[in-house]
């Protein structure tokens, strides 16, 4: 069936959605900035009588933050998807001029342009980049030195010493700081995928082919249908 394309009131709608989504975007980039910083306040080790409560602390915070913020990146993702499929749309029934000029002046790789998707993509990514860094940071400035003198006794000791000075962490942190660089290191991967234009690009490709394929199909208005076999 051929597309129908939009009325007066369907492009109002279309418009209103595409600006929503444009603000959604906003909102989601906000809420992480936000998110990081109250849970970096909270990692923020607890100081009582001179000793460190939990060493531990800026790393589950580091991996806590890092799994909240790729779910933000991907909805943050599927935000700019959803907003690609309203506005091809619009350009395949020929009812914004706007977009498509838009698409075409994207379409050249040469025209170089400050738009809101990738210094949103920077904010995320800085953010990650800082989750990753800060947990060993805080170790550096709060966790207080280790005396090996007085801490190595047999082989298992002597080797925890060496790691404790070192790093200045606790052997019982080793499970939650791996943890952080891990999910930091995915976290980074992610930003780098969904962060990139190609990907969009792509889904705008396929979902544009989509929607011409629409498009070029015959119409089945006043065709009788088959009985079933």
Request: charged share 20%.
């Amino acid at each position: 069936m051929p597309l129908r394309g939009p009325d007066d009131e369907d492009r109002r709608k279309l418009h209103q959605e595409i600006t929503q989504v444009v603000n959604q975007r906003l909102l989601v980039t906000t809420f992480a900035v936000t998110v990081f910083g109250a849970v970096v306040a909270w990692s923020f080790p607890q100081m009582d009588a001179g000793k460190v409560a939990v060493p531990e602390r800026p790393f589950i915070a580091s991996v806590v933050l890092n799994v909240i913020l790729t779910a933000l990146l991907w909805l943050h993702h599927e935000l700019i998807l959803w907003a690609r499929t309203l506005t091809t749309y619009l350009q395949e029934t020929e009812d914004s001029g706007w977009e498509a000029d838009w698409a075409e002046f994207r379409r050249h790789e040469e025209f170089e342009y400050e738009g809101y998707s990738k210094p949103q993509m920077n904010v995320f990514k800085s953010l990650g980049i800082i989750s990753l860094v800060f947990p060993w940071a805080l170790c550096l400035l709060y966790l207080p030195p280790v005396d090996l003198a007085h801490r190595v006794y047999h082989p298992a000791d002597a080797f925890q010493g060496v790691i404790l000075w070192c790093t200045g962490i606790h052997l019982r942190s080793y499970v939650s700081a791996l943890l952080s660089c891990a999910t930091g290191y995915i976290y980074l991967r992610f930003c780098k995928e969904w962060g990139g234009s190609s990907r969009v690009k792509a889904y705008e490709k396929k979902v544009r082919g989509y929607w011409k394929k629409l498009k070029e199909e015959p119409s089945i208005v006043g065709v009788e249908s088959k009985p079933p076999v």
